[in-house]
């Protein structure tokens, strides 16, 4: 029979067996410590269970649509019945689609953690997604696409290849040219007052926390470049620092092109109520315009 201690001995072995052997399948570098080698088996098992998941929801979803389509074929006993069309998402190279140029720069990979590269990554994703359901979608543009940001876009993001953006390794000014590009941040002095299709309009894709406060501003300046914020004061006053999300800065500027040119009503379509302390209303109703919120 064995005693405690050698019970002990063959779990602990078991265990390092098992780490040793999840090292070799995930191809992870030798040399590591024993905290380190843990660490990057848990995120590969995560990325694993993640892409488990979707595709067991995918299957779900199917399943569903085909129980749904099952229970009308039932229901209309035979008879005509109309099928609603699916809605049909609008292309950049369609008839409606605006000549505005929205840029998101992702070379910010240096100054960010990983954690805030997944984050970017999703804050685009949204972007996309509101762009296509859109009336009139906007040129939609990544540029200095490479490195860790689109390593995770070609690894994670499940059907990439196939979106309607423009993804250009070199950066803005390259791509656009100096005197076409204006750069979009909270600290310029400069206020935006409307879209010229002719420029290119550049979001810095860098999320950071406030970590590196007024960084793309600076950059803006040093490069001789055109500088602009949103007009944000003139309409909402907001309870923090007038910094917002890429995806938030990207989903104003859509719903200006597409809302006819109306400031007010982009801002009250897409900042969150929280970060709102006051509406301007010049004479609006504010219970109004509140009403009409869903975020």
Known sequence: MEGPCNSKQNSLAARLCDTKALAVKYNIPEGLSKNQTKKLIKKYKQEEHKQEWRRKKKEMAKAKRKLKSQKQRELSDGASREVPKPKVFKRMDSGAASAVKIVIDVGYDDLMSDRDI?????????????????????????????????????????????????????????????????????????????????KAYIIGGLVDHNHHKGHCYTGAQEQGISHARLPIEDFIKLNSRKVLAVNHVFEILLWYVNN???????????????KIDQIQTDGSNVDHLLSTRTV
């Open 260 to 274: 006819g040119g109306d400031w007010r009503q982009a801002f009250n379509s897409v900042i969150p109520l929280r």
């Open 118 to 198: 997944v984050m970017l990554c999703k804050q685009i994703q949204r972007c996309y997604s509101e762009n296509r359901r859109m009336e009139k979608p906007v040129q939609f543009y990544l540029s200095s696409f490479e490195g860790k940001c689109k390593k995770r876009f070609e690894d994670h993001i499940e059907g990439f290849s196939k979106w309607d953006v423009k993804l250009c390794a070199e950066n803005y000014v390259e791509k656009f040219g100096k005197d076409k590009v204006v750069f979009l941040a909270a600290e310029s002095p400069n206020v935006l007052q409307t879209l010229d299709p002719s």
